[in-house]
């Protein structure tokens, strides 16, 4: 592990939903409102001060533009664009200035493990049937993904601070901190010149309140975008910075995806 440069900061969110049932359990993968593919990314941020000072002098100009005054995502009032960038909320025109800022940066780096819920929902029918007792949860998903994401991910500096897009409680935050300790776990066991963890901080936060969450936005929904949608424009503009997407169900050519 390397204790010679500044660590970078661990950004993490998601595209999507990993909903497969309604609460009567009807199947709704596939309808209207429910997401075919369920995505985790995480943005490596390695100048977060930086990043967010960008953002804020990008938004802070987008509110003095007279282009934008009766725009209503724009307004104050409706917490949207003038408290966070968010892609699915903002203006095309907006859009465009944040993917522009983004693209002109180095010290950002995507990663992202890719879920088809329709795998999913023929593996969850596969074993309710050998097992009727067994229930799927939607965090059970999310938490394969955290482990899943971060196989390969904490082991090269001696601490890593990692922010989750706030989901639930402060329980729920204590449960993603021992899935990352699992997948770190399992990465140093099979590593024998591996010896000591790294120490993990492990944090949630909202974007309003994390220029790193707004921007790991952003790579999530131009992803999604390509994968709901077939639209590769968006993530095409900020091409270069995704450096791994692993879409675990697609096993053409590696059985791991």
Not at 47 to 69: I, Q, V, W
Not at 75 to 80: A, D, E, G
Not at 190 to 210: A, F, G, R, Y
Not at 234 to 257: F, P, S, T
């Amino acid at each position: 592990m390397s204790d010679t440069t500044v660590p970078p900061i661990y950004y993490v969110d998601e595209a999507g939903d990993s909903t497969l049932f309604s609460r009567k359990g009807k199947i709704l993968v596939g309808s209207e409102g429910c997401s075919r593919f369920f995505i985790l990314g995480l943005l490596e941020v390695g100048n977060a001060t930086s990043l967010h000072a960008d953002l804020e002098s990008l938004r802070g100009d987008l509110l003095a533009d007279p282009y934008f005054k009766d725009v209503p995502s724009i307004q104050p009032h409706t917490q949207k664009t003038a408290v966070a960038f968010h892609a699915k909320d903002d203006l095309p025109e907006v859009r465009r200035e944040v993917f522009n800022l983004l693209r002109k940066r180095d010290a950002l780096r995507f990663f992202a493990v890719v879920l088809d819920k329709m795998s999913t929902l023929a593996y969850v029918q596969n074993r309710q049937s050998h097992d009727p007792s067994y229930r799927y949860k939607p965090d059970e998903a999310y938490d394969f993904l955290v482990r899943r994401l971060f196989k390969e991910r904490l082991h090269e500096f001696d601490e890593y601070r990692v922010v989750f897009a706030r989901r639930g409680n402060r329980k729920r935050t204590a449960i993603l901190k021992e899935q990352l300790e699992v997948a770190q776990h399992r990465f140093l066991s099979s590593h024998s010149n591996l010896e000591n963890p790294s120490t993990l901080t492990v944090e949630s936060s909202t974007p309003q309140n994390s220029a790193g969450l707004q921007a790991a936005d952003y790579f999530l929904w131009a992803l999604q975008r390509l994968y709901e949608r077939q639209e590769e424009r968006y993530l095409l503009a900020i091409r270069n910075q995704y450096k791994l997407v692993i879409d675990i169900h697609d096993n053409r050519k590696n059985a791991y995806g």
